[in-house]
């Protein structure tokens, strides 16, 4: 994975918290700061995208994008997670390219 983009697409560098409250999901294992709202234990794109299928990057999943991404973080605006969606796919998509699907 290139520089700071994290498994889903988020490109740690671009959000406010990184890297002073949040170290990036390679550093935490997907236990992001959000969780405190959302109850989970880890976030699942990170669980399903490191642990169970032992991607680098959700795209190289040919299931991109599946149902996890339809979640919004609760810290954000409706507006501002449509946005980072887009980007979040648009590298993805990009590093698909670059590897095979699984």
């Given at each position: 994975?290139?520089?700071?983009?994290g498994p889903?697409g988020?490109?740690c560098?671009?959000?406010?918290y990184?890297?002073?409250?949040?170290?990036?999901?390679?550093?935490?294992?997907?236990?992001?700061f959000?969780?405190?709202?959302?109850?989970?234990?880890?976030?699942?794109?990170y669980?399903?995208?490191?642990?169970?299928?032992?991607l680098n990057?959700c795209?190289?999943?040919?299931?991109?994008?599946?149902?996890r991404y339809?979640?919004?973080?609760p810290?954000?605006?409706?507006?501002?997670n449509?946005e980072?969606?887009r980007?979040m796919?648009?590298?993805?998509?990009?590093?698909?390219e670059?590897e095979?699907?699984?």
């Amino acid at each position: 994975m290139p520089g700071t983009l994290g498994p889903c697409g988020t490109d740690c560098a671009q959000c406010g918290y990184y890297p002073r409250e949040c170290a990036g999901c390679a550093e935490i294992r997907g236990k992001v700061f959000w969780l405190s709202y959302t109850g989970d234990p880890v976030c699942d794109i990170y669980d399903c995208c490191i642990n169970q299928k032992k991607l680098n990057h959700c795209g190289g999943c040919s299931q991109l994008p599946c149902t996890r991404y339809e979640r919004e973080d609760p810290t954000k605006t409706p507006e501002e997670n449509a946005e980072d969606y887009r980007r979040m796919l648009a590298a993805l998509r990009t590093l698909r390219e670059e590897e095979p699907l699984v």
